[in-house]
T-cell receptor
């Protein structure tokens, strides 16, 4: 089955620690995205990538980093500079510009 | 900042009724519009998308777009308790890659 796989489902971060969230898709989509969702809030865009080896900052990129070395993979690193990382992180992909985005099941990140 | 506004609800409708969900957007140049359903604790699921003015129907769902008035709506006919969820409206910016989401409308369908 084609889809988007996010791992882990739950993640805990210690103070001063960087953590990496995985996102893999087998839909052959060119574009991939990372969003953050806080309770009772809509989704906010962290980073997106239109093609391999290229990515753009979204509205809340500070404290996060990404890479896009393969078409299928778009990992997100939450760095120690992100002071309020507790949230539901969602990865999505689309065929391209103005196309529907499809989401993975998400990763819940909490601080220990 | 491109804004997408939704009434947070909750919107309560009886089973079998029509649920009407509304969304307004601020960017007049927006071209593509989406509705997602999100159950509590789950990720968003695409329900409908619409690009042109007018209505688009898919089963019990109808998306309506009025670009002149800058609103998009979602109608759910014959509402079922399983439709109880938060519905997110999303609009692409001119870049075609930055999708702006509203905060969602909570729908409760009562038996």
């Amino acid at each position: 089955d084609g889809g988007i796989t996010q791992s882990p489902k739950y993640l805990f971060r210690k103070e001063g620690q960087n953590v990496t969230l995985s996102c893999e898709q087998n839909l052959n989509h060119d574009a991939m995205y990372w969003y953050r969702q806080d309770p009772g809030q809509g989704l906010r865009l962290i980073y997106y990538s239109q093609i391999v080896n290229d990515f753009q900052k979204g509205d809340i990129a500070e404290g996060y980093s990404v890479s896009r070395e393969k078409k299928e993979s778009f990992p997100l690193t939450v760095t120690s500079a992100q002071k309020n990382p507790t949230a539901f992180y969602l990865c999505a992909s689309s065929k391209g510009e103005h196309q529907p985005q499809h989401f993975g099941d998400g990763t819940r990140l909490s601080i220990l | 900042q491109k804004e997408v506004e939704q009434n947070s609800g909750p919107l309560s409708v009886p089973e079998g009724a029509i649920a009407s969900l509304n969304c307004t957007y601020s960017d007049r140049g927006s071209q593509s519009f989406f509705w997602y359903r999100q159950y509590s604790g789950k990720s968003p699921e695409l329900i409908m998308f619409i690009y042109s003015n007018g209505d688009k129907e898919d089963g019990r769902f109808t998306a309506q777009l009025n670009k002149a008035s800058q609103y998009v709506s979602l109608l759910i006919r014959d509402s079922q308790p399983s439709d109880s969820a938060t519905y997110l409206c999303a609009v692409y910016s001119n870049s075609g890659y930055a999708l702006n989401f509203g905060k969602g409308t909570s729908l409760l369908v009562t038996p």
